[in-house]
């Protein structure tokens, strides 16, 4: 059937509507009804329920939940209830564990007055504030395409299809999409998102800022022996088992009852086509360090998620006819905090409170400029500037002289308002950082003992990722033979290792090579949208409802 064959799908009008119930998309849907309780705001999420795709470390810093909710702490509903009561920053060797005193650490390093928890848990609790305050959240409905009207302002988004087979004909479930139509349409959806891609290329909203940055954090959820439980303890290491021109690190957090979040993060403009993130994940696991307090206890979940690293430098502009960009779909993570839910929280609230003066203005689809101008003066670009040089200092000197010139950057920062080092570039995009497998080795990665190290199918299992099998492939590879005369031939297919879910194999048939996309393990982490050296796949939202379940990650 094609596009003029399909029924025309029904629509429904709102003054805003959301892409995302992310902790921005949720935080903005709070801020428009607390502003204006007659609004009529949609939250339209591709997650099966708030929660399902969300994914942090996460030590969260109160910030943004104390402007949107003062009286957050005294809800006992709110599930974030662990206080950091002691903060540890180490560079581990292979067999030791380096402390690095704190002093060293520039005030803003300082986690004592953040709290650890699960942010998923944290986005059910907005959810239902704002649903409290009216406003409409969809759950298991992808936002499929960005509509515009005629003068080429967005207008509004419209939902997937559903019931389409893998061969791409309606099947007898087929049911049409909704138009979802707004005065203006904020954009949450997190990082990489890919109607967020589109909205960056039609308007050239990235035409002044530097390329966009990613890592890639994989994270697992321990319950560990009560004796060995520390709440409040947050732990940070660089070093090994990276190398020393490979950015990344460990996150090890202790809270609630005998929980511990244990994650590893790397930076995605690593050079060795052979490194596999997922293993260098396993191997930090068997650090003596981290080893001893994991034994004995049991893993309840697994995820991966691309993270924003890019910093004040790479923000486009949030700005264009009809609509905005908040949160991570901009990328306003602070990479040497770790932490982006506050200033994601911040954009949504200020994005709000633009969008509601335009309203009340009684403007409808046009540009909030208003709102482009204000964030770098908001505390949102207070928090970013001072430490925009940490990330292109690793990426230039490595961690070992990086780390230390962005410490002293960002102490110059605080102590000055200045930098010697002026605004740094980031280069190029981290597609464009791969060797050629030539001038690299294979690893031979440690086979996981199944105690403290896994392997990727059975972590995929913990994930609860599932997709309707017979649906079309959301991975879209747009040309098969440069993926196997390049991806492959040249690189060594590296999607194989970046990939933290095991969907993409290349599989020998005779003579010839097939590269297999198993789809239903996709867990949207979007790695392979940022690292495929060609640029030559692209993730778009499958089916709503599709991809991991995570309970309380």
């Known amino acids: 059937m094609s ?12 003054d805003v509507v959301i892409v995302g119930a992310g902790p921005s998309g949720l935080s903005a849907a709070i801020r428009l009804k607390q502003l204006n309780a007659d609004l009529n705001v949609v939250v339209v999420e591709k997650g099966s329920e708030v929660g399902a795709h969300i994914l942090s470390g996460a030590v969260i810093d109160p910030a943004g939940l104390d402007k949107l909710v003062p009286d957050w702490r005294d809800d006992p ?17 292979e067999t030791g564990a380096i402390k690095l005193p704190n002093f060293i650490m520039p005030p803003l ?22 649903e409290a ?12 395409e960005v509509l515009y009207d005629e003068a080429g302002n967005v207008r509004g988004i419209a939902t997937g299809d559903m019931g389409i087979g893998r061969d791409g004909k309606p099947k007898d479930s087929f049911t049409r999409g909704m138009e979802l139509l707004g005065k203006y349409t904020l954009f949450a959806e997190g990082a990489r998102g890919s ?33 060995k439980h520390q709440k409040g303890l947050v732990q940070h290491a660089v070093g090994w088992p990276l190398k020393n021109d490979t950015g990344g690190g460990l996150f ?3 809270y609630d009852e005998n929980l511990v979040s244990i994650g590893f993060v790397v930076h995605l403009n690593y050079n060795d086509p052979y490194l596999s993130p997922f293993d260098e994940f396993q191997r930090v696991k068997n650090h003596p360090a981290v080893r001893s307090t994991l034994e004995g206890g049991k893993r309840l979940a697994y995820g991966a998620r691309a993270i924003t690293e890019g910093g004040y430098q790479s923000v486009p502009r949030l700005s264009f006819p009809g609509g905005a960009l908040i949160g991570c779909a901009a990328g306003f993570v602070n990479v040497p905090r770790i932490k982006g839910v506050h200033n994601a929280m911040g954009t949504g609230m200020l994005a709000a409170e633009h969008v509601s003066a335009a309203l009340a203005a009684g403007r409808a689809n046009d540009e909030l400029a208003e709102y482009e101008n204000a964030w770098r003066d908001s505390v949102v670009g207070k928090d970013l500037y001072p430490v925009r040089n940490a990330k292109p200092l ?21 102590l000055f308002g200045a930098s010697l080092f002026g605004t740094q570039s980031h280069a190029k995009p981290d597609r464009a950082t791969l060797d050629a497998a030539k001038s690299h080795a294979p690893k031979n ?9 896994f392997d990727k199918l059975s972590s995929v299992f913990l994930s609860n990722t599932n997709h309707e099998e017979d649906q079309p492939v959301h991975l879209k590879v747009a040309d098969m033979n440069l993926q196997k005369t390049s991806e492959h031939d040249v690189f060594a297919g590296p999607s194989n290792r970046y990939c933290p879910a095991g969907v993409y194999e290349w599989v020998e048939e005779g003579s010839s090579l097939r590269f297999q996309i198993n789809a239903q393990n996709c867990v949207h982490c979007k790695t392979c949208d940022v690292k495929d050296p060609n640029g030559n796949i692209t993730w778009v939202p499958p089916e709503g409802g599709g991809g991991p379940n995570y309970e309380a990650m």
């Open 3 to 14: 596009t003029e064959e399909l029924p025309p799908r029904e629509s429904m009008e709102f």
């Open 252 to 254: 090890f957090y202790h």
């Open 195 to 227: 109607l967020t891609k589109q909205l960056i290329a039609k308007y050239a909203l990235d035409a002044k800022s530097e390329p966009p940055k990613f890592g890639i954090g994989l994270k697992e959820v321990w319950q560990i022996d009560p004796a």
């Open 133 to 144: 305050l009216g406003v409409e959240i969809y759950p298991g409905f992808a936002a499929a």
């Open 445 to 453: 990665y440690p086979k996981p003992d199944g105690k403290i190290s």
């Open 77 to 93: 509903d709110c599930s974030l209830k662990t206080q950091v009561k002691d903060d540890r920053f180490f560079w581990f060797t």
């Open 394 to 414: 690793l990426s230039k000197f490595g961690t070992f002289i990086g780390a230390g010139l962005g410490i002293f950057d960002m102490w110059c920062n605080t």
């Open 109 to 130: 390093m300082n986690n004592h007055h953040c709290y650890i928890g699960s942010l998923g848990n944290v986005c059910r609790w907005l959810a239902r504030k704002a």
